[in-house]
């Protein structure tokens, strides 16, 4: 039997998990789907398949993929969990056996047992195979019309450890980028650089230290650098095993910024520093000469996680904001230069894919007109660099966005001239829409919705593909 869930605030409204499987094999549509927009949308994020084991966390979920297949004017949805170990075991268990954030309060019965993660936090199509990822663990493989989970994907035994939930694609090269933290140890130092080429071959693969161990969700690439951002958020085994929270905020150890050239080594590595901050994620960045230029969404301190004493964060600090980094390479003082470039709070920045790396016009976030921190994003903005002005679309009273993605009008569509999708939450209703916008002219809203009728949970990130 089945037990009620917590009355925790992460298991509450839109963040409550919807705990099903469903297929809509044709979704109604308001207003008008563009004839050109042909794509599969992913879209991935935590749904609980039952109560918490000890305390709970949003980002401790078992991963779900909704899956929004756009083509001839017609939308078809599904969703699937993903069949990890844990998720296997706890279903044949009928309860909660593992504590994601604390091993040690995991369930005796599951002592020893590796998994394969939770595979909760973004998706990506690449080298031919569609990837549920999460930073702790292994790319999850799944099927990419059935959504049927095809288990760990380690590149034919070539990875070891784990790989970031934000690899970056090469737009000249289609090679993909990424990193793993966390990798010789729990809560250790360690961190690991790769590359897999298009085909999906690993072709590179290192290992170095960290200043000191830290949450790295993200990382900042360019075609001609690497940039590793380690900041004050530590992890510490001897925490955990006193039953403490494994993960706190330290301000006082700064943050300490890694640069590598592609073409070099992890010896090259030059590290600057600057103030204690946090970014969860990167807009994008780009080498001019000797400077890279990188856009965040920056916070003052980590959100959702206490400091070291055990106090929660300031919530008047727990707003991201976009943020310019430069970073002078010819500089020997080793600091970076950062700027605020907007005044609403927001996160989930995203791009023209196309441009990843390069130098670009145009980035589009979700965002807070009232600025409240937490997941509120009641407005999807859009960012024009090259005139340095914003223009936003706020939602109706109490509808909530998600991370809005970019999928051009044509591959060869000029920079900025296409779609963003977004999943919205219909508050006055308790259900949700795929929103499909023109990306050139936001603030005049949706040009057409799929409405579902139940709800898609908050969630982290998706993407899309071409339909064969």
């Known amino acids: 039997m089945a037990k009620p869930y917590p009355n925790h605030p992460q298991l509450k409204g839109n963040f409550a998990p919807i705990r099903m499987e469903c297929d809509l094999p044709d979704a109604v549509i308001r207003g008008e789907l563009p004839e050109n927009l042909n794509v599969t949308y992913y879209r991935n994020g935590p749904d609980p398949q039952f109560p918490p084991r000890g305390a709970h966390h949003w980002f401790g979920g078992d991963g779900m993929l909704h899956r929004f297949h ?24 009928g309860e909660a056996l593992f504590n ?16 394969d993660g939770l595979a ?51 737009p000249k090269t289609g090679e993909m980028l990424f990193f793993g933290y966390m990798v010789d140890e729990p809560m ?13 071959r690993l072709t590179r693969s290192d290992r170095f230290d960290a200043p000191f161990a830290s949450m790295m969700h993200d990382f900042i690439t360019t075609d001609e650098h690497v940039i590793f951002p380690i900041f004050p958020l530590t992890g510490s085994l001897d925490r955990a095993m006193k039953g403490e929270p ?27 520093e600057t103030d204690p901050c946090y970014v969860f ?36 600090k727990a707003n991201a904001r976009l943020c310019e980094w430069v970073i002078d390479l010819a500089d020997n003082s080793n600091s970076v230069k950062r700027t605020y470039l907007d005044d609403i709070s927001g996160e989930f920045p995203r791009l023209d894919e196309r441009h990843a790396g390069l130098g670009y016009r145009h980035g589009y976030y979700a965002a807070s007109t009232t600025n409240d921190g937490g997941l509120g994003f009641d407005a999807i903005v859009h960012h024009d660099f090259q005139k340095g002005e914003k223009s936003l679309y706020a939602l109706p009273n109490g509808d909530r966005t998600g991370e809005p993605v970019f999928v051009p009008e044509t591959p060869q569509a ?30 005049s809203g949706p040009i057409a ?8 949970p908050y969630g982290f990130h998706g993407n899309w593909k071409y339909n064969d």
């Open 100 to 115: 994601p954030f604390n091993p040690f309060d995991s369930d005796p019965r599951v002592a020893g047992v590796e998994t």
């Open 449 to 456: 919705c799929a409405e579902l009728p139940h709800r898609v």
């Open 281 to 316: 994620h990167p807009m994008n960045a780009y080498t001019e000469g000797n400077r890279i230029v990188a856009h965040v969404m920056q916070f003052e301190q980590a959100p959702l996680f206490p400091h070291v004493d055990g106090s929660a964060p300031d919530p008047k």
């Open 414 to 443: 000029p920079e900025g001239k296409g779609y963003l999708l977004s999943t919205i939450y219909r508050a006055e209703e308790n259900r949700s829409d795929l929103a499909v916008f023109d990306a050139e002219n936001v603030p």
């Open 70 to 93: 756009i083509q001839g004017g017609r939308v078809r949805y599904s969703n699937r969990w993903m069949r990890t170990v844990k998720w296997q075991l706890e279903h044949d268990a």
């Open 246 to 272: 494994a993960f706190t905020w330290e301000p006082d150890k700064g943050t300490h910024i890694g640069v590598m050239p592609r073409d070099g080594s992890v010896e090259d590595i030059r590290w600057f």
């Open 188 to 200: 250790g130092a360690g961190l690991s650089y790769q590359v897999v080429d298009a085909q999906g």
């Open 120 to 170: 909760n936090t973004n998706v990506v199509w690449h080298g031919g195979k569609l990837l549920a990822l999460e930073e702790g663990h292994a790319p999850f493989a799944v099927d990419p019309e059935t959504l049927e989970s095809l288990g760990a994907w380690t590149f034919d035994g070539a990875l070891e450890g784990p790989m970031t939930a934000h690899p970056k694609m090469d």
